[in-house]
């Protein structure tokens, strides 16, 4: 390669502002081409490779200037399907492009506007999905700008959003409040999205369901950060705020949570988005905010979008990527100079251009090579990125394990220490045990020694008779000592037949009675031995005791006889013993066998007892699934017709509705009773069916005829009406649906049928013509309260002019005071005139009531006008109404927050409402009446007045606006050509958004006429004939002078209802 150092300095010099244009001028056209592919009329998704081109062009510039240039020159107001692509694009530009993307959409933000407006007041399906969209659009913008710790694609970590909420208990909870709506926003999109489609398999394989269904993929990325955010939050505002405070955000972050549930089941179900992105599944219920443990079971759901296939590229952005020029490559295109002038020295080259074409082709070697990288690198990027969302789920599921490792690890701590303590009880009741066993074998052991004791007191005994034998033998030598033996050996024989009866009786005391056996066996022995020595000095008594000796054999053999029997009754009781024993275990085993049958007998009855009440529930369930399943067909034959053609020519009334709304809404009351006796008695479903059967009658009652009621109202409330109903159908069908499953019946919630009945009882409420609800005996007190409601707020209006006046005073000086104090005064001296005007007013209708009603009284008087009094009231509300918007609009003029033409328009709407109460008090007056001449001198004062105020605005305006001179230095003959065409078409489209302005001008006063017309104009009636108001289609309305006060909003200000409120109104 050749050194940069060698190329001359005035190629140098001229070579990069020229490298630069083309690469500028290639860089527009690459972004223009794909912008038009991107964003075109073909109701087909948008390509990722377009948009993903057009991400790189706003990281190549830092910013999406380029892509705002194109995207306000397309035709958005001709296509809905060309506004709806735009909006997708912008939603992936800002949650992937540059963070300067963001300030760049804050400058279009009217742009934005004005196409979800446009298409808003349009009935076309795209054109609401636009509206809808938009206001999504706005919604992130202002909270990323007001919130820039948020990057728009709402990927921050724990700690940052810590740092986001503070530690001020006031900010946490506006967060959460902001994070609710922008929630709202993204799950009222899906929800419009699904609401148009059929969730048919086939339906999101077309083209047409694709390019509805594409945008959505944004909206579940935005949905799966803001749930965890809301949870996050939620959590910290219940450890700091008590949890009746916070009732209000549980019950939204339910509603939130049950529709973002049913958005990701949808969504999964469709093959659509299998391939595109794999949604997460919430958990079955909410999370437990009033339990801070709770938090630990929380799972951040993760989206992980899958590694996109290579798409075939467009010829036009094809990069050859080589380390040369190959061999059959034409010549780079020459130099612009050399293109000019030729080549220096005729057709050959010098080095310095040889050089300068090398380092071209180098340069745009390593273009196309920093592209590669660049490309590889966001790709590597988006595999890292799923890879880390990977690796955070897998976190998630370990912290969750960890979590329950901690719970098992607490249970098993608890299972060991009772398995201790019934370790420590099981030792106590061994050693126990042990004792017991050594108490026993002591007891053992003193039983042998009184059983050897007693084998020893019978081995004395047998001794002891044998001596005795020996005695008897010797009496026969010593007569003299027979009678001492005889009564020895009775005594000896008595005392061994009482020792063996208590040694049998208790062998406790034998030990006692051996021992006093054995002291009177020794002093036997001793008196024995004395005895044999007194043997010869007995030898005269030894014929007694040999009498005495028969006499003692003789009763020997008596207690022998007497023991013996004893033995035999012994026996005979242990006999009977033995068969008691033996005919109570027989009887035991008897009433064991009895027991048992009679036990199983009762089992038998039990599980037919329960066979019956299973058999009883199933059959009340059968017929509550059957009475759901009917009413599931009702009401979606009634959810039906709000789709129906035929039923468009179908009409109702708003007293009709209201009444079937009422009855409906006492329906779910009694559903919900019905619901809760079944959940506590499954035996009787009788009053859930009959509630249940009512309720889907009348639900469906209350559908149709809300879509045949919104056939004759107004657009704004017809749509609100629409939608209202459809929400009704659906909550009612999701309701019936539960009820057909055992598992959901549980958790049915028929409570939640209600708020969409009441939103459709309150719309009907106010499409009844409420003017025609005013008694005619009413009709007196009316107008004098109106009058001096009137009265009330034209001083209020005075007050708040002069309090405006010193505050602009303190707050401005200079011009801008200048022009102020003489809006306000301008402003005050129409007041006043006003207020002349109303004085003037009462005092000639005094007059007319006091001339035309003779006898009557001035209640009947204005019953039988009633026509002019209505006319009169109108008037009256118009003239208040008009004087307070002319305040409220004089005070944002001061404070530099509206615009001058609200202040013109009002000086014009008052010079209206005064001509008109003029016009009601002039018509029954007497033209040479001096209060007529006072009022009509007051209506031209209230003129001149208002001409005053209109002037006085427009000159301050002209004085207060900056003209800004145009600068044509730097533009050459093609800019500014491209310029003035664009100039072109934006007054084209100025003219065209004029007429569309025009003619809905037209049409808003022309339905003004018709309603003014159905309510009556003031005039002459016959005297016997009674007022009454028509009742017809066009009279539900109320007259466009019953305006409401509403102030305007800020854009950071809007929510789901923005968009209509300016068309509602308020019936006073």
């Given at each position: 390669m050749n050194s940069i150092k060698n190329v001359p300095a005035r190629v140098l010099s001229r070579r990069p502002g020229h490298s630069l244009e083309a690469e500028r001028e290639q860089f527009d056209k690459t972004q223009a081409i794909s912008i038009s592919k991107a964003i075109n009329t073909q109701e087909a998704p948008v390509k990722e490779k377009h948009a993903r081109r057009i991400i790189m062009g706003t990281h190549h510039e830092k910013g999406a200037f380029t892509f705002w240039s194109y995207a306000i020159g397309l035709p958005l107001p001709s296509s809905s399907i060309l506004s709806w692509k735009l909006c997708h694009v912008l939603h992936k530009v800002l949650r992937d492009g540059h963070p300067n993307v963001l300030h760049d959409c804050q400058r279009y933000r009217s742009n934005i506007r004005e196409i979800g407006d446009l298409w808003?007041?349009?009935?076309?399906?795209?054109?609401?999905?636009?509206?809808?969209?938009?206001?999504?659009?706005?919604?992130?913008?202002?909270?990323?700008?007001?919130?820039?710790?948020?990057?728009?694609?709402?990927?921050?970590?724990?700690?940052?959003?810590?740092?986001?909420a503070g530690t001020d208990v006031n900010n946490i909870f506006q967060l959460t409040v902001e994070m609710f709506d922008y929630m709202d926003g993204e799950l009222k999109l899906s929800e419009s999205v699904f609401r148009q489609l059929n969730t048919a398999i086939a339906v999101s394989q077309m083209s047409s369901g694709q390019c509805r269904l594409a945008p959505l993929i944004q909206v579940i990325q935005d949905c799966s950060h803001l749930y965890h955010y809301t949870v996050k939050l939620m959590f910290k505002l219940h450890s700091c705020l008590p949890a009746d405070t916070l009732q209000g955000h549980r019950d939204r972050f339910h509603e939130q949570f049950h529709s973002l549930r049913n958005f990701f089941r949808r969504a999964s179900d469709m093959l659509y988005f299998k391939r595109l992105i794999q949604i997460p599944r919430l958990p079955e219920g909410p999370p437990n905010f009033l339990r801070a443990s709770a938090l630990a079971e929380h799972i951040k759901p993760v989206v992980v979008i899958p590694e996109e296939a290579p798409e075939d590229e467009e010829p036009e952005s094809l990069i050859e990527i080589s380390t040369g020029p190959p061999a059959a490559e034409p010549v780079v295109v020459a130099d612009l100079f050399d293109q000019t002038f030729g080549p220096p020295n005729g057709s050959m080259k010098d080095d310095r251009d040889l050089q300068m074409e090398t380092l071209k082709r180098e340069v745009e070697t390593l273009r196309t090579e920093l592209d590669k990288i660049q490309l590889e690198a966001q790709r590597y990027m988006a595999q890292l990125k799923g890879q880390v969302n990977a690796l955070e789920a897998e976190l998630e599921e370990q912290r969750k394990q960890k979590q329950k490792a901690l719970v098992d690890n607490e249970q098993l701590r608890h299972e060991v220490a009772r398995l201790r303590a019934a370790r420590l009880e099981g030792e106590r009741d061994r050693g126990l045990r042990e004792e017991a066993e050594k108490k026993a074998s002591a007891t053992e052991a003193r039983y042998n020694k009184l059983k050897e004791k007693h084998s020893e007191l019978i081995n004395t005994h047998a001794e002891l008779l044998r001596k005795n034998a020996d005695t008897a033998k010797q009496l026969t030598v010593t007569q003299q000592s027979q009678e001492e033996v005889a009564r020895v050996k009775e005594q000896l024989a008595f005392q061994v037949e009482q020792v063996k009866r208590e040694s049998e009786m208790k062998l406790e005391e034998q030990s006692d009675?051996?021992?006093?056996?054995?002291?009177?066996?020794?002093?036997?022995?001793?008196?024995?031995?004395?005895?044999?020595?007194?043997?010869?000095?007995?030898?005269?008594?030894?014929?007694?005791?040999?009498?005495?000796?028969?006499?003692?054999?003789?009763?020997?053999?008596?207690?022998?006889?007497?023991?013996?029997?004893?033995?035999?009754?012994?026996?005979?009781?242990?006999?009977?013993?033995?068969?008691?024993?033996?005919?109570?275990?027989?009887?035991?085993?008897?009433?064991?066998?009895?027991?048992?049958?009679?036990?199983?007998?009762?089992?038998?009855?039990?599980?037919?007892?329960?066979?019956?009440?299973?058999?009883?529930?199933?059959?009340?369930?059968?017929?509550?699934?059957?009475?759901?399943?009917?009413?599931?067909?009702?009401?979606?034959?009634?959810?039906?017709?709000?789709?129906?053609?035929?039923?468009?020519?179908?009409?109702?009334?708003?007293?009709?509705?209201?009444?079937?709304?009422?009855?409906?809404?006492?329906?779910?009351?009694?559903?919900?009773?019905?619901?809760?006796?079944?959940?506590?008695?499954?035996?009787?479903?009788?009053?859930?069916?009959?509630?249940?059967?009512?309720?889907?009658?009348?639900?469906?009652?209350?559908?149709?005829?809300?879509?045949?009621?919104?056939?004759?109202?107004?657009?704004?409330?017809?749509?609100?009406?629409?939608?209202?109903?459809?929400?009704?159908?659906?909550?009612?069908?999701?309701?019936?649906?539960?009820?057909?499953?055992?598992?959901?019946?549980?958790?049915?919630?028929?409570?939640?049928?209600?708020?969409?009945?009441?939103?459709?009882?309150?719309?009907?409420?106010?499409?009844?013509?409420?003017?025609?609800?005013?008694?005619?005996?009413?009709?007196?007190?009316?107008?004098?309260?109106?009058?001096?409601?009137?009265?009330?707020?034209?001083?209020?209006?005075?007050?708040?002019?002069?309090?405006?006046?010193?505050?602009?005073?303190?707050?401005?000086?200079?011009?801008?005071?200048?022009?102020?104090?003489?809006?306000?005064?301008?402003?005050?001296?129409?007041?006043?005139?006003?207020?002349?005007?109303?004085?003037?007013?009462?005092?000639?209708?005094?007059?007319?009531?006091?001339?035309?009603?003779?006898?009557?009284?001035?209640?009947?008087?204005?019953?039988?006008?009633?026509?002019?009094?209505?006319?009169?009231?109108s008037a009256s509300k118009a003239v208040g109404w008009g004087a307070t918007q002319l305040v409220e609009s004089a005070d944002k003029v001061v404070l530099h927050t509206g615009k001058y033409e609200e202040l013109i328009v009002c000086s014009h709407e008052i010079a209206a409402s005064t001509a008109q109460l003029v016009a009601a008090s002039k018509v029954k007056a007497d033209k040479h009446s001096p209060h007529l001449s006072r009022l009509q001198a007051c209506s031209r004062a209230v003129n001149e007045m208002a001409a005053s105020v209109v002037a006085s605005t427009r000159s301050g305006q002209e004085q207060i606006e900056d003209r800004d001179t145009m600068d044509f230095s730097g533009l050459s003959l093609i800019k500014l050509k491209k310029q003035e065409m664009e100039t072109q078409v934006r007054v084209l489209e100025l003219e065209k958004t004029l007429e569309v302005e025009r003619v809905r001008l037209g049409e808003l006063r022309k339905q003004h006429y018709m309603l003014a017309g159905a309510v009556g104009t003031p005039g002459e009636e016959e005297p016997g004939r009674p007022s009454t108001a028509p009742r017809g289609g066009t009279s539900k309305k109320p007259p466009l002078a019953q305006k409401p006060s509403v102030a305007p909003r800020q854009d950071h200000q809007l929510d789901k209802k923005d968009g209509s409120y300016a068309a509602q109104l308020v019936n006073y």
């Open positions: 808003g007041h349009l009935h076309d399906r795209y054109g609401q999905l636009v509206n809808i969209y938009t206001k999504l659009l706005l919604t992130k913008i202002s909270f990323h700008l007001k919130h820039p710790e948020f990057p728009a694609g709402l990927e921050v970590t724990d700690e940052v959003l810590e740092k986001a009675q051996l021992e006093k056996l054995k002291r009177e066996l020794e002093a036997k022995a001793g008196e024995l031995v004395r005895a044999q020595e007194a043997l010869s000095r007995a030898e005269q008594s030894g014929l007694e005791l040999s009498s005495r000796l028969d006499a003692l054999s003789a009763e020997k053999d008596t207690l022998s006889s007497v023991v013996r029997q004893r033995q035999a009754e012994l026996v005979a009781a242990q006999s009977l013993v033995r068969e008691k024993e033996e005919a109570l275990s027989w009887e035991q085993q008897r009433s064991s066998r009895e027991r048992g049958e009679l036990q199983g007998r009762l089992a038998d009855k039990e599980s037919q007892e329960q066979g019956l009440q299973r058999r009883l529930l199933d059959e009340q369930f059968a017929m509550l699934r059957g009475t759901a399943a009917e009413a599931e067909r009702i009401l979606q034959d009634a959810v039906g017709k709000l789709d129906d053609p035929l039923h468009l020519r179908c009409t109702s009334s708003p007293d009709y509705l209201v009444s079937r709304a009422q009855a409906a809404l006492d329906a779910v009351s009694a559903l919900e009773k019905g619901h809760a006796q079944y959940l506590i008695s499954r035996a009787d479903a009788s009053a859930l069916v009959a509630a249940l059967t009512r309720f889907s009658h009348l639900a469906a009652d209350t559908i149709v005829h809300g879509s045949a009621t919104s056939h004759l109202a107004p657009t704004d409330p017809a749509d609100r009406l629409m939608d209202t109903c459809r929400e009704c159908g659906a909550r009612a069908l999701e309701l019936v649906g539960q009820l057909q499953d055992q598992r959901a019946l549980l958790q049915a919630q028929p409570g939640l049928v209600r708020t969409p009945l009441q939103g459709i009882l309150q719309l009907g409420q106010e499409l009844k013509p409420k003017s025609l609800d005013v008694r005619q005996e009413e009709l007196g007190a009316m107008v004098d309260k109106e009058m001096a409601a009137t009265s009330a707020a034209i001083e209020d209006a005075v007050r708040r002019i002069e309090d405006m006046m010193n505050q602009a005073r303190h707050a401005s000086s200079g011009v801008k005071l200048e022009v102020n104090e003489r809006i306000l005064n301008s402003c005050t001296d129409l007041m006043k005139a006003i207020r002349l005007l109303v004085t003037a007013s009462t005092s000639l209708q005094k007059e007319i009531v006091e001339s035309g009603r003779g006898a009557a009284t001035q209640q009947e008087f204005y019953a039988k006008n009633s026509r002019w009094t209505e006319g009169l009231i």
